[in-house]
């Protein structure tokens, strides 16, 4: 019953914090400009506007750029630079905007404010940085323990074949994809802890977050995997309708664009309701929430 009276609480909660979401949505799509733009425009300058369009209409063309010479390169250099630039300042306005969201999906937010949406991010900015980063460094090291030391192992064993390097990556993948959900369930608890506490305690938060994802394993587990799946449903079915939409004119383009970034908005929405899900679990199923805060 937690489960689902979680799910939509947090699906209810989300719906409320629109605001919030459009301002996650305008950011990413500003920073995202600052790759593309650039990029769009070597495109142009080295292929000509009004090749682009019939190049790509039936999908990637190779001959797109192959016709590019010279600014190949710097499409390379654009979209190297660009992609770290937009994985570490994602990170960071990440962060930054979480902190804000979280407030809004707690039981008792109020109305939404953006003076306070982004005062509460600020605050609770360098604490959410840390508990993000200790997280994704946990997640990327048991990647490594759990998948690629195991398949390196396998690969170089003189014995062993492809097939069996095949098996073994399919079957340590699974394994650790059974065990990812404990470690966003920490990091979504340690974050909602956060927002209800007036100090700023990253390390506290986390072990919070870790206590509570086992305490209440029973339910918060099956919550996480219904959301995941939901989540990953959503992004097959997206990329079929995007791959399957081949523009041919300006107006498909515009089209096209407008849709993609309506479904990215849906995405930051079952984002949020993942975050709203977990917070009201976590008022359900924590009774001491309220001593440990003072505490």
Known sequence: MKIFTSLKTGMLRSWR???GILIIWLVSLLLVSLVAVPMSSVLKAGVGSSMITEKLANGINIEVFADLGASFRSLISYFSGGLFM????????????SGGMFNKLKGFSGVFSYDEFFRVSVKHFWSFLVISLIISLIIVFMAIIIIVIPVSIVSQSEPSSEGAAFNTGIIVAALFLLILPLFLLAGDYARSWQVLNDKIRCFKALGFGFRQAFRTLSSSYPLMII??????????????????????????????????????????LLKTWRYGSVTRLMELSSKTIASSVIN
């Open 227 to 268: 959301i995941l799946v939901v989540q990953l449903f959503y992004g097959w079915m997206v990329f079929r309708l995007l791959a399957g939409i081949k523009p041919v004119t300006e107006g498909g383009i515009i089209l096209l664009f407008i849709i993609s970034q309506i479904l990215f908005c849906i995405k930051i």
């Open 86 to 97: 937009i994985l570490l300042v994602g990170f960071l306005i990440n962060s930054l905007l």
């Open 17 to 19: 914090a629109w605001k």
